[in-house]
């Protein structure tokens, strides 16, 4: 995330934690560089555009941990990045609140353009009630009405994206004096509960036309939503029993909504601690914990903070706690803990002390080959510190999951979906391809 302290909060008090420099795009660059090094599938920037917490509340604690205030908007960052990237994807998140669906298509078929097809956008509904407030909502709408939102979003992107041009509308004919053949481009009259949209759009088809799609909801909604329309999906269970369950539950969702039902591929979140010995992995793992700040994680929840700033008891049932905001992070921590109800202190803990896989190379590539076998197509490799953390993966732990084939030896060239998917453009089955030729008759509203 382009801010100080996006996920292990604390950790950039640390002498050698270069998060605070995330306004230099110098930085950027140098890290984009190190990824691709490392053969990663995509650089991914998440974001939100608002702060953690209650309406009106207190953001003391916020300011303080750096806790994604400041930050910055990644859409802009991407631009600069396609210029010295060759391969990797680069993917920005923006949610459905913040930016209208006919500019951020635009921005986005522009990105692709830039990046010869390497763009992805992580569709998300945001959970601060703050955000909403800076939009000029008096109250952030109900979490499976976000969704509802959601999908009229993504239908009016899906028409620019896929049908308002037809293959071989732009002509670029000197000889003849014609940018373009007008009778293949195509308003879409879009006229809906929320959004009343002529067009065409503006850009003409990009590499992919709909950047490749991420989606991160695992919440009965959530999981619905994902099963229409991710193509992939940001997972963050505590274990890989809790994984599999999710992933078959939401496999069973994808084949009910029309799709295959390994369309979709899932990217658990973990960091690492890697070490060359057991005593190594102990020292490094005590100095992370050492700066992890337990504050910053229980804003980050943002359960049980009161508007004056001050928090329920640990011991208060995460269930005793009205919850608008995301839902998984609470579902997937109950069904790792069936007993009982989990607290807020199992909560916090959890994101401190499960988030991680600790050990030597080769036994960290054990864990994650258990993570593979519940399911998991990938990691989401979550830093504790840039760029140490991944400078660190690409020196010891990538030539170890070569050897293994958990890790891919070089780059296969085309788009990121066709990296990922092996084709270039949404599959016929997606609803999304439904508006392909959708339009060729339409001349008038209705």
């Known amino acids: 995330m382009n801010t100080g302290s996006h996920i292990q909060h604390g950790q950039w008090r640390h002498p050698e934690a270069r998060q605070s420099e995330f306004n230099d795009l110098k930085f950027w660059l140098e890290l984009a560089h190190t990824l691709e090094e490392g053969l990663f599938d995509a650089m991914f920037f998440a974001d939100v555009s608002g702060l953690y917490g209650p309406a009106g509340g207190q953001y003391v604690d916020n300011a303080h941990e750096g806790l994604q205030i400041p930050s910055n908007d990644p859409t802009v960052l991407l631009g600069a990045l396609t210029a010295v990237t060759q391969h990797i994807g680069l993917a920005t998140t923006s949610n459905v609140m913040q930016n209208h669906p006919f500019n951020f298509a635009r921005q986005l078929s522009t990105l692709d353009h ?3 097809g390497r763009v992805a956008w992580n569709i998300v509904t945001s959970t601060q009630e703050n955000a909403a407030r800076n939009y000029g909502l008096d109250a952030l709408v109900e979490h499976d009405a976000r969704y509802d939102w959601a999908d009229e979003y993504l239908e009016v992107v899906y028409k620019l994206w896929e049908g308002s041009w037809d293959e071989g509308a732009l002509l670029q004919d000197k000889a003849g004096s014609r940018f373009s053949d007008p009778a293949k481009i195509h308003k879409i009259f879009h006229h809906g509960p929320r959004y009343t949209v002529e067009g065409p759009h503006l850009p003409s088809p990009s590499p992919q036309r709909t950047p490749l799609l991420f989606q991160a909801g695992g919440s009965e909604r959530g999981i619905r939503f994902a099963a229409q329309h991710a193509e992939c999906q940001f997972i963050v269970t505590p274990n890989p029993a809790v994984a599999k369950d999710h992933i078959d539950r939401t496999r069973a969702k994808i084949a009910e909504a029309g799709r295959n039902p390994h369309d ?3 990217f658990q979140g973990l960091s690492l601690v890697i070490g060359d010995s057991a005593s190594d992995v102990k020292a490094k793992e005590q100095d992370y914990l050492e700066y992890a700040s337990v504050t910053g994680f229980l804003t980050h929840a943002a359960l049980g903070i009161l508007p ?9 049932r995460l269930i005793d706690i009205p919850n608008n905001g995301g839902q998984a992070h609470v579902e997937w921590l109950r069904r790792a803990t069936p007993h009982r109800e989990p607290t807020l202190a199992d909560l916090a803990n959890g994101r401190i002390r499960r988030g991680y896989v600790a050990g030597t190379p080769e036994h960290i590539a ?4 258990a993570w593979q076998e519940a399911g998991v197509d990938g990691i989401n490799l979550i830093n504790w510190r840039l760029p140490g953390s991944y400078d660190e ?8 999951l070569q050897r293994r084939g958990l890790a891919k030896t070089e780059y296969a060239e085309g788009t990121l979906r066709k990296k990922i998917f092996g084709h270039d453009r949404l599959p016929a089955n997606h609803p999304g391809a439904q508006y392909r030729g ?3 008759s339409v001349t008038t509203p209705g």
């Open 438 to 440: 959708a339009f060729a």
């Open 264 to 266: 979709v591929k899932f």
């Open 366 to 369: 054990d864990r994650l080959e």
């Open 393 to 400: 993966f690409n020196e010891k732990l990538l030539p170890v």
């Open 114 to 116: 830039m990046s010869a």
């Open 308 to 316: 004056d700033g001050s928090r329920l008891p640990d011991d208060t």
